[in-house]
T-cell receptor, first 113, second 114 residues
């Protein structure tokens, strides 16, 4: 089954404790992206990647890192989480050429206390 | 810069009534346009998309949307709403001239009364 898999689904952590949210896709998509969803703000792009070893900032990259060492994986790293990073996070993937839309993961609900 | 506006934050309809969710976009050329639905606790699922050609597009779950270039709109419609349609709906615009980056609207939350 074609899918984007995120882990974990739920995470509660403390301020400053490094964490990684994993994302993996099995569709051979070049393009992968991380979004955060906050009430009233919709989805905002954090980082994206157009292929292996090619990543760039989205609209709200502060406090986040990513890597793309393999085509299928695109982990999101929070080196020192803060409470304002409490949010619902989605990973998405697609073909690079425009117009295909995204396949989304099921989301990760992160709470930083 | 591209942008998407969904003017209605919340909409409530009765089951069986018709539905129209509004979406306005800002983009210089003909955009790619999408509607996604997010059920409670779920990820986003693609309802339908517009690239070119027929301006009335059909999607899954009985939804349709109409692209109106003159109004920069891509409104989502359904003739008869079911209780299971209660969800949050997102309109998105993509760059037809480049790679597949999507800009999303803030979403419209739909409630359905029995």
């Amino acid at each position: 089954e074609a899918q984007v898999t995120q882990n974990p689904r739920y995470l509660i952590t403390v301020t400053g404790k490094k964490l990684t949210v994993t994302c993996s896709q099995n569709m051979n998509h070049e393009y992968m992206s991380w979004y955060r969803q906050d009430p009233g703000l919709g989805l905002r792009q954090i980082y994206y990647s157009m292929n292996v070893e090619v990543t760039d900032k989205g609209d709200v990259p502060e406090g986040y890192k990513v890597s793309r060492k393999e085509k299928r994986n695109f982990p999101l790293i929070l080196e020192s989480p803060s409470p304002n990073q409490t949010s619902l996070y989605f990973c998405a993937s697609s073909f690079l050429q425009g117009g295909y839309g995204y396949t989304f993961g099921s989301g990760t609900r992160l709470t930083v206390v | 810069a591209q942008s998407v506006t969904q003017p209605d934050i919340h909409i409530t309809v009765s089951e069986g009534a018709s539905l129209e969710l509004r979406c306005n976009y800002s983009y210089g050329a003909t955009p790619y346009l999408f509607w996604y639905v997010q059920s409670p606790g779920q990820g986003l699922q693609l309802l339908l998309k517009y690239f070119s050609g027929d301006t009335l597009v059909q999607g899954i779950k009985g939804f349709e949307a109409e692209f109106k270039r003159s109004q920069s709109s891509f409104n989502l419609r359904k003739p008869s709403v079911h209780w299971s349609d209660a969800a949050e709906y997102f309109c998105a615009v993509g760059d037809s001239g480049g790679y597949n980056k999507l800009i999303f609207g803030a979403g419209t939350r739909l409630a359905v009364h029995p």
